[in-house]
């Protein structure tokens, strides 16, 4: 478990849940409750909260967690960044999740798109951008928190600049930035000034989207690496163990994405272990700065985050 800046607790791996698909979530969520997964990651923009709801609900109906036990983030879509749209749609994520309150609601990208606009405007253009400033949105976030629909609030893609801004401007300073974190994008800077900051790093397609592993557009993962799966056979783990215990090392909360039962105990069970400092050294060279979630259709946008080095 890491400490937010609310006092609260937030464990260290959770399941991610974009791309999986509606048919299958619930009993992924059931499974990742049984072999003790309490973290879940979910977003409007992965549209299938309503899944991911039933999955949480049959688990606490049948008694095996309360809802307690379970840390639930979510995040507010960029259609939605006008201040007035805030409490309004966390309310109707709250309903599709099946919950009283979230554990933790982030803002998903600095950058807003018109309400009237595609949820990926890329056709659009420019045109579906809306210019709204996420410090209103962040006012929208604070009322969350104010009428208990929220218990934590924070951001996802700020760069850090972004970030200095919104907190000389809040009442109520971000708990959590969710950023891409994986070997081929180690993000060090970011973390390093989130946790001067007081704010927890969650690091996102932390395995490196192996299901992407052939799109000559994305980094090879890293759980494909020669050196990786030696250091793996020589700890009798996975490449992918190898990789979330590197993640792990860096101080960050990590949520891997995974369907299949056996890849959910895996990625759990990374704690009996450690690397050597130079297998560290190793990993921390295949940093390639190289993004999957690159966004770069939306690189116009007033709010886009990643023209900065960090
Ligand atoms: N804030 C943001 O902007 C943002 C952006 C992207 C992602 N996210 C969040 O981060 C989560 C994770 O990122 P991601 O889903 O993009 O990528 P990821 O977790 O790096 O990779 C997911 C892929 O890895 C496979 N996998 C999982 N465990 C494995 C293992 N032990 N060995 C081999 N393959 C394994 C999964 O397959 P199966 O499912 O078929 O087992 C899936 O195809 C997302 O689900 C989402 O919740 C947030």
Request: proline share 4%; glycine share 6%.
């Amino acid at each position: 478990m890491l400490k937010l800046n609310t006092g609260h607790q937030i464990p260290i791996i959770g399941l991610g849940t974009y791309k999986s698909d509606k048919g299958e979530v619930s009993q992924a969520v059931q499974d990742a409750i049984d072999v003790g997964y309490r973290h879940f990651d979910c977003a409007w923009f992965y549209h299938n909260e309503s899944e991911v709801g039933v999955g949480i609900q049959a688990k606490i109906q049948d008694g095996t967690v309360k809802r307690e036990d379970l840390f639930v983030v979510t995040k507010l879509w960029n259609n939605f960044h006008a201040k007035e749209c805030v409490v309004p749609m966390l309310k109707q994520q709250l309903k599709s999740l099946q919950l009283d309150y979230i554990d933790l609601y982030l803002i998903h990208w600095p950058f807003g798109f018109k309400e009237t606009s595609d949820s990926w405007p890329v056709d659009e253009g420019s045109a579906a951008y809306s210019d709204v400033d996420y410090l209103e949105t962040w006012q929208g976030m604070e009322e969350c928190v104010e009428l208990g629909l929220a218990r934590a609030i924070g951001i996802s893609n700020f760069n850090s600049a972004q970030i200095t801004r919104l907190l000389n401007a809040v009442k109520i300073k971000p708990s959590v930035n969710q950023i891409e974190v994986n070997p081929n994008i180690n993000n060090k800077k970011i973390i390093q000034f989130c946790k001067e900051k007081g704010i927890v790093v969650t690091g996102y397609c932390p395995l490196g989207r192996v299901d992407c592993a052939n799109d000559p557009d994305i980094p090879k993962p890293t759980i494909f690496d020669e050196r990786v799966i030696a250091m793996a056979e020589k700890y009798k783990k996975t490449p992918a163990q190898i990789i979330l215990r590197y993640l792990i090392n860096l101080g960050i909360t990590v949520i891997p994405k995974t369907v299949t039962k056996k890849r959910m105990i895996e990625n759990l069970n990374v704690f009996d272990f450690d690397l050597e400092g130079e297998e560290t050294d190793y990993i921390d060279s295949l940093n390639k700065n190289v993004r999957i979630c690159s966004f770069s259709s939306f690189e116009d946008h007033k709010y886009f985050p990643f023209h900065l080095e960090y």
